[in-house]
């Protein structure tokens, strides 16, 4: 009997625990597509009416209109959120697999990140055909670069998620504090409103947020006239990304058998 490689079980394994995964997320609540369907609108339609209330108008940010500017934003975001909290409890919520020697902590982590950004793919691109239809500027000007810059948010979440995932998983208040975090991470993250209009003093301190250059990096792709915030730069997000990873992936390896009796 031929022996399979290290690779074909993970990627058995994988495959078992994404059909799971995936199964759970999207048929065990009917309105579970609704919801992802409606979050965004509903926050979308809410952001327009405070902004018309307030200012009187929605039609352009500096470089682009405010509704696609406003839509980007939100859809990167909720990439790098959703990456970073769905891990946390995935540890906990496979813990019966691993009494099978093949799987690991790490591996519900991965498949959960990778089924999250699988989903808010798919309603990102639904966006953008409802888009064309409707006639909202959603096409990239630089599809190449609109790509890079999702999937670098997309990774960046992913980095988050096993940092974040291991956290909770040896010091189960953690969880709690970093969901609590995740919460003003909509305000300074520049999704809602332009850092432009931000003081100097305060934006030197938001820039430190990888999430706001990967947010303008992504608005700079879609819309050719658009000016990023000046310090923006890909280097320091992938910093980022590189240093939640292999902090991440560290703290899996290190504390993985506390991680399993759990």
Same mark, same amino acid.
């Given at each position: ?58 039609? *352009? ?16 975001? *909720? ?65 190449? *670069? ?66 706001? *250059? ?49």
């Amino acid at each position: 009997m031929k022996t399979r490689t290290s690779w074909q079980v993970t990627r058995s394994v994988w495959h078992a625990m994404f059909i799971r995964e995936a199964l759970a997320r999207t048929m065990a609540d009917r309105m579970a597509w609704f919801w992802m369907l409606f979050e965004p609108i509903a926050i979308i339609a809410i952001m327009v009416l405070m902004r018309t209330v307030v200012m009187g108008k929605v039609k *352009h940010i500096d470089g682009a209109d405010f509704i696609p500017w406003l839509v980007t934003g939100l859809f990167g975001f *909720h990439l790098v959120r959703e990456n970073l909290m769905r891990p946390i409890g995935a540890v906990d919520a496979n813990a019966a697999l691993f009494a099978y020697r093949q799987v690991k902590p790490v591996d519900p982590v991965f498949i959960r990140c990778y089924l999250e950004g699988m989903l808010r793919s798919f309603t990102f691109l639904l966006f953008i055909s409802a888009g064309i239809l409707l006639e909202i500027d959603l096409i990239p000007d630089e599809p190449l *670069h609109a790509l890079f810059y999702w999937l670098s948010l997309w990774i960046l979440g992913m980095g988050a998620g096993l940092t974040a995932s291991a956290i909770a998983g040896l010091v189960p208040e953690m969880g709690k504090i970093i969901r609590l975090a995740s919460l003003p991470l909509l305000i300074i993250s520049g999704v809602i409103f332009p850092l432009n209009f931000i003081p100097h003093a305060v934006l030197d301190y938001l820039m430190w947020n990888p999430i706001v *250059h990967g947010l303008e990096l992504l608005r700079g792709a879609f819309f050719a006239s658009y000016r990023p915030v000046t310090g923006t730069s890909v280097i320091y997000l992938w910093y980022w990304i590189l240093s939640f990873t292999v902090l991440g992936l560290a703290l899996h390896l290190r504390f993985e058998q506390r991680l399993k009796r759990r």
